[in-house]
């Protein structure tokens, strides 16, 4: 049975160019940063830490704690170590497991492959020792195991995650190119708003932005509506600690919140996919919903944001001439929204220029492969100088 109170290395994976915003969720939930990289941050924990971890982090795409590892120089080493880890002690030996991985060794052309010959190991091992053998394939909603295999180590984890958490399960309805959630929670948290300051978000499409900013102003579990989770089919996995979990973060969130949530777009459809998801999010009664041009978006009086993530035209075959939207987006900044601070994503920097305002500061993102920045803008009444 695995010691959900052993501490190990748990390796907490993000989107590239997030892991400072992911550093610091970590340090607020109470655990110290052991190494930080591009796309992750390293800690020491227990599997039950990791239970919080999973529930509580925005911006983390998977949670993953460290097994073993070891020096391995051919897939021959690499099945004979993995086969003699005790694997019955984690997976259920009539329970279903799921192997993924990042692979660059020079032995190994095709990740799959490296796949498995650990998936074969594991089965072995369980076979000898409970005459049982497991089933496993890609189905990433029971026990899941990670691979990390470069030129000089091999690691073995335990995905406690599964699917990656950047699937809330709120997105039931799409709108075209959805963001995804843990983006949209850096980008809200990148910005200058805060609870109780007013967050617009013209262009809404899938609502995904106004969610997670609605999320933080409740102090809302980013996995609130979200029930599996990869440590849940682990052996030894109590569930008594999970829902006491799920209950102090119900009991931490709040009702109702200061300041207006905002989301408009011009496409009918986008808006009805958008109040779908804050409807299955939970957050329905608190974003004001419109269908309207940019322009016509409403402003309240007050402290607030406004973020925009309009088009990029960069898919392939994209002949929409953007350059009058994202005029159309400036002047819509400065007649608009004095007071305010804009926000502008985009990973088009030619057609950023079209807005026709000097970004105070442009910070990094990618979205998948692409990329991007938020342009932050500082909108006066008229002048600066004024």
Not at 100 to 122: G, M, W, Y
Not at 148 to 172: C, H, K, M, P
Not at 216 to 223: Q, S
Not at 295 to 307: A, E, M, Q, Y
Request: glycine share 6%; aromatic share 8%.
């Amino acid at each position: 049975m695995a010691d959900f109170n052993q501490k190990s290395t748990v390796n907490i994976s993000c989107p590239l160019g997030l892991a400072p915003t992911l550093k610091e969720e970590i340090i607020a939930l109470g655990f110290t940063p052991k190494e930080i990289r591009e796309t992750g941050v390293e800690i020491e924990a227990t599997l039950n830490d990791c239970i919080s971890l999973n529930f509580w982090l925005r911006t983390a795409h998977r949670v993953h704690y460290l097994i073993d590892e070891k020096p391995i120089h051919k897939p021959d080493d690499l099945r004979n170590w993995v086969k003699r880890l005790p694997w019955e002690e984690w997976i259920p030996h009539e329970g279903y497991f799921s192997v993924t991985s990042r692979v660059d060794h020079h032995t190994i052309e095709n990740d799959q492959f490296a796949n498995l010959v650990v998936k074969d190991a594991v089965v072995d091992r369980i076979r000898y020792k409970k005459n049982v053998r497991p089933d496993s394939g890609s189905d990433l909603q029971k026990s899941v195991l990670f691979l990390f295999w470069n030129q000089d180590v091999a690691r073995i984890f335990i995905d406690t995650s599964g699917e990656s958490l950047s699937r809330r399960n709120y997105r039931t309805a799409t709108a075209a190119a959805p963001m995804q959630e843990s983006l949209a929670a850096a980008i809200v948290q990148s910005t200058n708003w805060k609870p109780g300051m007013h967050f617009i978000n013209p262009m809404t499409g899938s609502g995904t932005l106004a969610i997670e900013a609605a999320f933080i102003a409740l102090n809302k579990a980013p996995a609130s509506v979200r029930n599996n989770f990869g440590f849940m089919h682990l052996v030894g996995y109590d569930d008594e600690i999970y829902q006491k979990v799920r209950d102090e973060a119900k009991k931490s969130a709040l009702k109702e919140i200061d300041g207006k949530i905002i989301a408009t777009d011009h496409d009918p459809q986008a808006v009805l996919s958008a109040q779908k998801n804050a409807k299955t999010a939970g957050v329905d009664h608190l974003i004001e919903f419109e269908c309207c041009d940019i322009s016509k978006t409403h402003i309240p009086d007050g402290d607030g944001v406004v973020v925009v993530n309009p088009p990029y035209g960069m898919r392939l075959g994209e002949d929409t001439d953007l350059r009058p939207l994202y005029k159309e987006i400036g002047d819509f900044m400065k007649s608009n929204c004095a007071g305010k601070t804009g926000y502008v994503f985009t990973a088009n920097m030619a057609l950023a220029k079209k807005i026709g305002l000097r970004a105070a500061s442009r910070t990094q993102f990618f979205n998948t492969t692409l990329e991007c920045r938020l342009l932050e803008f500082e909108l006066y009444s008229g002048s600066k100088k004024d």
